[in-house]
């Protein structure tokens, strides 16, 4: 099943749905100290940056 996630913050609670079966497509985060971080650990994912 696909989810989004809103405010995902480096994508700890992400992670945790990757690993139960679910695939993250999509997620936001707007604070920019964490989006290379976020993007390292979840590549398949498009994140929205502002």
Same mark, same amino acid.
């Given at each position: 099943?696909? !989810?989004?996630?809103?405010?995902?913050?480096?994508?700890?609670?992400?992670?945790?749905? &990757? *690993?139960?079966?679910?695939? !993250?497509?999509?997620?936001?985060?707007?604070?920019?100290?964490?989006?290379?971080?976020? &993007? *390292?650990?979840?590549?398949?994912?498009?994140?929205?940056?502002?």
């Amino acid at each position: 099943m696909n !989810v989004i996630s809103f405010f995902a913050g480096c994508g700890g609670l992400d992670l945790g749905f &990757e *690993k139960a079966g679910f695939r !993250v497509v999509w997620a936001n985060e707007f604070e920019p100290s964490v989006h290379a971080i976020y &993007e *390292k650990d979840h590549p398949n994912t498009i994140i929205l940056q502002r």
